[in-house]
């Protein structure tokens, strides 16, 4: 790496030790709408506890009211309507976190996650203007039809939505809740459940008006068949090309925040935690050689650049969450020294403390080398990592800023009974 990239970063970069330490980063924040805080890892407690203090200063000084994760719809409404009081339960946060039960459930069942949903019930507790928290993933086709059939039971009996419903969840039942089967039978058959799905979101949109209360059911309907729609496209492409359902799947993201935008009017303001592969421009990455998109690149696509703002996250070294096989039981892993000159090594290199950098007019153009940026994932093997865990990055075109941890450890998961694995 050259000597003006590591001065750049010596620079500019400026030390935090606490929450009011990145007021810098708030201020420059200013007046967007769409914050996305991102991670390296699905199992790093700093990248979780630091983004719940941006989360709570956002709310707090910028009246961000709306926060989408990279979680499933059903489980993560079980936390929004525990924030917002909608069943008046006296659950406790980990007791609403056991609905996360697909594997990995330690992305959202953990203790970090359970202090923060702590945070925001009393925060909505003592103001007029609550915030939510929505699931915008696309992995819960059965549990969102199921969702979807057992509302309309209940608020529409006779109305053909919910007939539309009954078929749509039979055509998925013969595959027994296993999305390799569809994808398989897809693949090999022509009588797949498009049709069902389409018709099904299309008449509930529709019908909107039906389902309107005061506790988000008409939104809660919508995005449960959205992802049908979605995930049924998503498990279909699955056996054609992984880069194709990538993109199905970062096109729904998309989608779902701006339904969620749209239903609470688009002056509010929406907080999205992802990971950085999802969050940083993917035009800023090798991605775009491969004809990959993500949710960072269209949402600046579709939004003006002041109202979008990304802030990626690394760390050197540590411990983090996560397994060696898809499926397989969490285990807590050594993560080793960054690779030499890669982006966390340099920035480890420059000062072996915790610090952010804020890409702006001034300095962005001397971040724009072409640098390995490491990535995470809930498997994970450091044996391997010089060999696939690097993503070749233009920092500050990836990023509007981006915080540093030095040595970060492993988050903490909730034990969760009865583990769905897709």
Same mark, same amino acid.
């Given at each position: 790496?050259?000597?003006?990239?590591?001065?750049?970063?010596?620079?500019?970069? @400026?030390?935090? @030790?606490?929450?009011?330490?990145?007021?810098?980063?708030?201020?420059?924040?200013?007046?967007?709408?769409?914050v996305m805080l991102g991670e390296a890892s699905h199992g790093t407690s700093e990248f979780y506890t630091v983004r719940a203090e941006l989360s709570k200063r956002l709310i707090q000084e910028k009246g961000f009211t709306l926060i989408a994760v990279e979680g499933d719809w059903p489980s993560s409404q079980q936390v929004n309507r525990y924030i917002?009081?909608?069943?008046?339960?006296?659950?406790?946060?980990?007791? !609403?976190?056991?609905?996360?039960?697909?594997?990995?459930?330690?992305?959202?069942?953990?203790?970090?996650?359970?202090?923060?949903?702590?945070?925001l019930k009393n925060y909505n507790a003592t103001h007029d203007q609550k915030v939510g928290f929505y699931?915008?993933?696309?992995?819960?086709?059965?549990?969102?039809?199921?969702?979807?059939?057992?509302?309309l039971t209940t608020?529409?009996?006779?109305?053909?939505?919910?007939?539309?419903?009954?078929?749509?969840?039979?055509?998925?039942?013969?595959?027994?809740?296993?999305?390799?089967k569809y994808a398989i039978s897809s693949a090999n058959f022509s009588d797949?459940?498009?049709?069902?799905?389409?018709?099904?979101?299309?008449s509930i949109r529709n019908n909107e008006?039906?389902?309107?209360?005061?506790?988000?059911?008409?939104?809660?309907?919508?995005?449960?068949?959205?992802?049908?729609?979605?995930?049924?496209?998503?498990?279909?492409?699955m056996v054609q090309s992984g880069e194709i359902s990538w993109n199905i799947r970062d096109e729904h993201m998309v989608e779902a925040i701006n339904e969620v935008r749209d239903y609470h009017g688009r002056d509010a303001k929406i907080i999205i935690w992802e990971h950085n592969t999802h969050i940083g421009d993917a035009r800023a990455t090798d991605m775009k050689r491969d004809g990959m998109l993500n949710v960072g690149q269209v949402l600046r696509e579709q939004n003006h650049p002041q109202d979008v703002f990304a802030i990626g996250f690394g760390t050197h070294r540590g411990t983090v969450i996560a397994a060696d096989s898809w499926g397989s039981p969490y285990e807590r892993i050594a993560v080793p020294p960054a690779r030499i000159n890669?982006?966390?090594?340099?920035?480890?290199?420059?000062?072996?403390?915790?610090?952010?950098?804020?890409?702006?007019?001034?300095?962005?153009?001397?971040?724009?080398?072409?640098?390995?940026?490491?990535?995470?994932?809930?498997?994970?093997?450091?044996?391997?990592?010089?060999?696939?865990?690097? !993503?070749?990055?233009?920092?500050? @075109?990836?990023?509007?800023?981006?915080?540093?941890?030095?040595?970060?450890?492993?988050?903490?998961?909730?034990?969760?009974?009865?583990?769905v694995v897709d």
């Amino acid at each position: 790496m050259s000597q003006p990239f590591e001065e750049a970063v010596r620079k500019y970069s @400026q030390p935090f @030790q606490t929450s009011e330490d990145l007021t810098p980063l708030i201020e420059a924040i200013g007046d967007a709408k769409i914050v996305m805080l991102g991670e390296a890892s699905h199992g790093t407690s700093e990248f979780y506890t630091v983004r719940a203090e941006l989360s709570k200063r956002l709310i707090q000084e910028k009246g961000f009211t709306l926060i989408a994760v990279e979680g499933d719809w059903p489980s993560s409404q079980q936390v929004n309507r525990y924030i917002r009081g909608y069943d008046g339960s006296g659950k406790c946060a980990e007791e !609403v976190l056991q609905s996360f039960k697909r594997w990995p459930t330690w992305m959202w069942a953990n203790e970090e996650i359970a202090e923060f949903t702590r945070w925001l019930k009393n925060y909505n507790a003592t103001h007029d203007q609550k915030v939510g928290f929505y699931g915008i993933d696309v992995y819960s086709l059965w549990e969102s039809m199921e969702e979807v059939v057992q509302y309309l039971t209940t608020t529409n009996p006779a109305g053909g939505d919910l007939d539309l419903a009954k078929k749509a969840f039979s055509c998925f039942e013969p595959f027994n809740r296993q999305p390799e089967k569809y994808a398989i039978s897809s693949a090999n058959f022509s009588d797949v459940c498009v049709d069902e799905v389409t018709n099904l979101l299309t008449s509930i949109r529709n019908n909107e008006h039906h389902y309107k209360d005061d506790q988000e059911s008409g939104l809660n309907l919508e995005i449960n068949a959205l992802v049908a729609k979605n995930a049924e496209d998503y498990y279909r492409a699955m056996v054609q090309s992984g880069e194709i359902s990538w993109n199905i799947r970062d096109e729904h993201m998309v989608e779902a925040i701006n339904e969620v935008r749209d239903y609470h009017g688009r002056d509010a303001k929406i907080i999205i935690w992802e990971h950085n592969t999802h969050i940083g421009d993917a035009r800023a990455t090798d991605m775009k050689r491969d004809g990959m998109l993500n949710v960072g690149q269209v949402l600046r696509e579709q939004n003006h650049p002041q109202d979008v703002f990304a802030i990626g996250f690394g760390t050197h070294r540590g411990t983090v969450i996560a397994a060696d096989s898809w499926g397989s039981p969490y285990e807590r892993i050594a993560v080793p020294p960054a690779r030499i000159n890669s982006w966390e090594e340099v920035l480890h290199r420059t000062g072996a403390n915790d610090k952010f950098l804020i890409f702006d007019k001034e300095n962005r153009s001397l971040f724009e080398d072409w640098i390995g940026h490491r990535a995470i994932g809930v498997v994970y093997n450091p044996d391997f990592e010089a060999y696939g865990n690097y !993503v070749p990055s233009k920092i500050s @075109q990836r990023y509007d800023a981006f915080i540093f941890i030095d040595e970060t450890k492993a988050l903490v998961p909730l034990e969760v009974d009865n583990q769905v694995v897709d």
